[in-house]
């Protein structure tokens, strides 16, 4: 991903773009009493344990063999949980060698029959190169990518074990993009390449079921999404952030209501930074309500981004805790996101 701006207060009259599609689960009615007592089910340890599995492959830059371990890792842990899996493989070219590379957004589906479904996303891939390393001799050096790549990976092999018995009306997706950042050199290369290619594919899928009302298919509808990027940082800090509150304001306001119920402190309900990210494309072209939790203050405020696309990104700097801390929020928001609509 890539910031665009740094909100240090977040700003009146900002231009608020209209939410595109209503149909978002709201968190408005809940029973306060029973939080306060309530434990934390997600597991930090299995998460970090996970995560540090994860680094031990080496970069997982797209097309590489590291990917390849880092796929089938993923592949034999969402089955054993009894999830559906699907590969989306499309051709892109290698910024460096010019030959065709195959990248695959893998597709982890719970409750795979269900039309509706909800989006729950991340990036997979590294980066090629740690290039905003302070030290320039270090920018040719191996980028690990244990935040920004391993964490929302690590996060998702721990949530699948809750979702996977949560019921509902609503299907779950995770989905891993590839391709998210296969940059050698900016603004020459492109990002978001699988998150592009699928929000693209599913705008024609919904084309083409628009154009076509009776006939039905299996193809889903995903009533919102969320992306989690770089959600390992020991020192956790979730702003708002403003493209996905331009978007996906509802949503948005959504999931910081749960933490604020959860008094998950960390979750702060004011825009601080812009950033371009996977949510992007599936915000404008795939028409998915997405909000983006990030945490672009890696490892501090104070200390500002300066483990970003460096060789600083490594486990040591992450937590299984601020996993945990996340996957909570996301467990209780799809627990009350499932009830609400049975209500309806
Ligand atoms: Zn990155």
């Known amino acids: 991903m890539t910031s665009v701006h740094c909100y240090a207060q977040q700003q009146k009259n900002q231009n608020r773009a209209r939410i595109i599609i209503t149909d978002v689960p709201k968190t408005k009615t809940r029973d306060k009493n029973n939080q306060e007592k309530r434990k934390n089910p997600f597991d930090a340890k299995f998460s970090m344990k996970s995560l540090e599995e994860i680094c031990k492959i080496g970069p997982r830059i797209s097309g590489t063999k590291g990917m390849a371990k880092q796929q089938a890792l993923l592949i034999k842990h969402f089955e054993k949980l009894g999830a559906k899996i699907k590969k989306q493989s499309f051709q892109e070219r290698h910024p460096i060698t010019g030959k065709m590379v195959t990248l695959t957004n893998l597709i982890v589906q719970f409750y795979p029959k269900k039309k509706k ?10 980066r090629p190169l740690p290039d905003s390393d302070p030290d320039p001799r270090k920018r040719t050096g191996v980028f690990l990518g244990a935040n920004d790549g391993a964490s929302g990976c690590a996060l998702l092999m721990e949530l699948g074990k809750h979702v996977k018995s949560l019921g509902g009306v609503y299907g779950i997706d995770f989905v891993f993009f590839d391709g998210e950042e296969f940059v050698y050199q900016r603004p020459r290369d492109p990002l978001f390449r699988g998150s592009t290619h699928f929000a693209k594919q599913y705008a024609k899928q919904r084309r083409i079921e628009a154009a076509n009302p009776a006939k039905k298919t299996d193809e889903p509808i995903y009533v919102c999404g969320i992306l ?11 702003y708002w952030e403003k493209n996905s509150y331009n978007y996906a304001e509802t949503l948005t306001r959504s999931i910081w209501n749960v933490a604020r119920q959860l008094k998950i402190k960390e979750f702060v309900p004011k825009i601080r930074h812009e950033i371009r990210d996977d949510h992007l494309p599936l915000n404008e072209i795939a028409r998915i309500p997405t909000t983006d939790i990030i945490d672009f203050d890696y490892p501090t405020i104070r200390k500002s981004n300066k483990y970003w696309h460096t060789t600083m990104d490594t486990p040591d700097k992450c937590s299984g805790e601020s996993m945990a801390k996340v996957g909570w929020v996301l467990i209780e928001w799809l627990k009350i996101a499932q009830r609400q609509q049975e209500k309806k």
């Open 228 to 238: 989690l990027d770089m959600i390992g940082d020991k020192h956790l800090d979730l």
């Open 117 to 126: 479904r909800i989006l729950i996303c991340t990036h997979y891939d590294t």
